[in-house]
């Protein structure tokens, strides 16, 4: 069976830098950081007291106000995301075959803030009886963001929900990208959400020392690659990734932003948060990703990491990176841009898929922020090009995206410049 090719032909975007793709872009390119105090809740109890939340986005001129009631943040998020994503696609819908189009939208956690809301002291213990919303589950569940953009579309086709701690968008995408290819549909709405900023998600990411506690100092917390780095700060958001089948989207005049060429998963099967010391998971997932896509590792010139700014997983990634690509290492540029977005755990992998689609549309590669030249890790090999502080312009004829999550979840997404 040949394999029909995949192009990415829309995008969408709201996240702790910018409210649509292209803003999201100009101000990573500027080396913006999305970091500061959170607004959404009382955080002067907690270790934590910033995250990168959402900034100035009006949910109402998206979806209705009754509406948006009935959505935990988090499906809010994906609706507009998919809502961009789908417009930016040029798609007509009244034209298109919806039996043909899916939705496959990953999430870490889900509806947490509805869970806050609900499960509460009162909720539980009321002298009349425990009291729930009939929307408590609907809203809480990890699948509904999926559903929700089904319904708003009227798209028939595969839909479900991807759910691997922080792989999750990326494994929505690589199911998306199977799916198209084996011709089981034309276009899937893919991506990933995710909205944790709330006391429990800050609370028990506090209390695993998951998190940069820089209170003093919210801008600069996020520094991969760097020795002082102390965690991972938590970001929010949700990205879109609209896969179409090349011959569909060449019939219907669409633009393409970049091909998709592969994709791998793995597992490190080592422990539950920590990634493998030595990257062999992350290892075999690139290796992998590159077979699938028929590439070698001198073809790629930019790789979107994990990066998150944690002790042991940058230097573990690293190592990963200088095994897979030995001496072509050295030519690649590497960029974390968690250190403007920070972690938007389950969306992070459709945020930086975008950033990575971008970067092979521009030509240029954006910084991993906050590295001082005094603030060097000596198990990290700085020959490497991170790209530090500056975006640098560079011709990206391809690029991976990787992602790995709690659980030992690797994923790795492959895109490379459409060649008609």
């Known amino acids: 069976m040949e394999l029909k090719r995949v192009v990415v032909t829309g995008l969408g975007a709201v996240t702790p830098v910018g409210n649509t793709p292209e803003d ?3 101000n990573l390119l500027a080396g913006k950081s999305g970091a500061a105090p959170i607004q959404s809740f009382d955080t002067s109890l907690f270790k934590t007291h910033f995250g990168c939340e959402v900034k100035d986005l009006n949910i109402n001129d ?6 948006a009631r009935k959505l935990d943040r988090y499906t809010q998020l994906a609706m507009i995301s998919a809502m961009q994503g789908v417009k930016d696609a040029g798609l007509d819908l009244e034209k298109e075959n919806l039996d043909r189009i899916g939705v496959i939208y990953g999430v870490g956690i889900g509806g947490i803030k509805t869970f806050e809301e609900e499960v509460s002291y009162y909720s539980l213990h009321r002298e009349d009886g425990p009291k729930f919303s009939p929307f408590f589950i609907p809203k809480m569940i990890s699948d509904i963001a999926a559903g929700h953009i089904s319904i708003h579309f009227g798209f028939h086709g595969p839909n479900y929900a991807t759910t691997s701690a922080c792989a999750s968008s990326t494994h929505a ?7 198209i290819r084996l011709g089981k549909a034309d276009v899937i709405v893919s991506g990933g959400a995710e909205a944790a900023i709330t006391a429990c998600g800050m609370g028990g990411f506090n209390a695993m020392h998951a998190l940069s506690t820089r209170n003093d100092d919210p801008e600069h917390a996020s520094r991969p690659f760097s020795k002082s780095r102390d965690g991972f700060v938590m970001g929010e958001g949700a990205g879109c990734l609209i896969l179409e089948e090349l011959e569909h989207a060449k ?10 060429v592969g994709e791998a998963a793995t ?5 539950i948060t920590a990634s493998h010391p030595e990257g062999l998971g992350a290892r075999l997932v690139m290796e992998n990703a590159l077979a699938d896509a028929g590439l070698t590792i001198a073809d790629i010139d930019y790789i979107n990491v994990h990066g998150t700014s944690t002790p042991v997983g940058d230097i573990s990634e690293v190592k990963a990176i200088k ?3 030995g001496e072509e290492a050295y030519k690649l540029n590497i960029s974390s841009t968690k250190s403007m977005t920070g972690h938007l755990l389950g969306a992070a992998g459709a945020i930086e898929a975008l950033v990575t689609v971008l970067s092979v549309r521009d ?3 954006p910084p991993t922020i906050n590295h001082a030249d005094d603030d060097k890790d000596d198990e ?14 560079r011709e990206v004829r391809a690029a991976l995206s990787n992602t790995f999550g709690f659980g030992g979840h690797n994923a790795c997404v492959v895109f490379k410049k459409y060649v008609g």
């Not at 995408?173 to 199977?178: H, L």
């Not at 019939?251 to 998709?260: H, L, N, P, S, V």
């Not at 597992?267 to 422990?271: E, F, G, N, T």
């Open 267 to 271: 597992a490190d099967a080592h422990h």
């Open 62 to 67: 998206y979806i209705d106000r009754k509406e």
């Open 173 to 179: 995408i690589a199911d998306a990208f199977n799916l």
């Open 251 to 260: 019939a219907r005049g669409a633009k393409i932003y970049a091909e998709m």
């Open 380 to 393: 990290i090999d700085y020959r490497l090009n991170f790209t530090f502080n500056t975006a640098q312009k």
């Open 363 to 365: 030509d240029i590669v």
């Open 323 to 325: 095994d897979v690509f």
């Open 24 to 26: 999201t872009w100009k």
